[in-house]
């Protein structure tokens, strides 16, 4: 069965300092990847995105992210963070039917604080 | 531009009352729309999913019911809440066509006292 994985629940990072949060998937075909945000009580917001060519992609606020099929790993990374980088953060692999995408599986999340 | 609309924002309900959610979306039209339910430290779980009005994909079984009575207009229901039914409900649209992307509402705190 399809499935993310979010090893850490929790990071914290100093601000200024670089960031790099990991993803792995379960998924027989080639996946469509995802890293969306959450800042606390609100909706998710799309940061980035694959579904093929590149496999490293630049999505909003200065973040990335790196496709390795090797590894089955969609890690996101940011040079340097910001305070107001602090959410949970969601990756998320879609599980295609026929020609088209179906429904979206996400991890656990991981929990972002970032230090001053 | 598309936006994604849910109300009310926070509930806060009494156990066996019933439940209307409900999530609309402006400047589309026949979306894929999505309601999920995230509970604290569980990740996020779809609950159902339409691919167009009346049409209706369970994903989890439990006391909740979702419809689509217009083409923009999702709605989750309940009969009789539980306590368990408490969580962060998100509602989401994606284009009718292959590789689409989720695109996620604001989300409707429900606590079930």
């Known amino acids: 069965a399809q499935s993310v994985t979010q090893p850490d629940i929790h990071i914290t990072v100093s601000e200024g300092a670089s960031l790099e949060l990991r993803c792995n998937y379960s998924y027989g075909a080639t996946p469509y990847l995802f890293w969306y945000v959450q800042s606390p009580g609100q909706g998710l917001q799309l940061l980035l995105k694959y579904f093929s060519g590149d496999t490293l992609v630049q999505g909003i606020k200065g973040f990335e992210a790196e496709f390795k099929r090797s590894q089955s790993s969609f890690n996101l990374r940011k040079p340097s963070v910001h305070w107001s980088d602090a959410a949970e953060y969601f990756c998320?692999?879609?599980?295609?039917?026929?020609?088209?995408?179906?429904?979206?599986?996400f991890g656990k999340g991981t929990k972002l604080s970032v230090k001053p | 531009s598309q936006t994604i609309h849910q109300w009310p924002a926070t509930l806060v309900q009494p156990v066996g009352s019933p439940l209307s959610l409900e999530c609309t979306v402006e400047g589309t039209s026949n979306p894929n729309l999505y309601w999920y339910r995230q509970a604290a430290g569980r990740g996020l779980q779809l609950l159902f999913y339409s691919v167009g009005i009346g049409q209706i994909s369970s994903e989890v079984p439990q006391n909740l019911s979702a419809s689509r009575p217009q083409d923009r207009q999702f709605i989750l229901s309940s009969k009789k809440l539980l306590l368990s039914d408490s969580g962060f409900y998100l509602c989401?649209?994606?284009?009718?066509?292959?590789?689409?992307?989720?695109?996620f509402g604001p989300g409707t705190r429900l606590l079930v006292l």
């Open positions: 998320a692999v879609a599980v295609v039917y026929g020609g088209s995408q179906g429904n979206l599986i």
């Open positions: 989401a649209w994606s284009e009718d066509r292959g590789q689409e992307t989720q695109y």
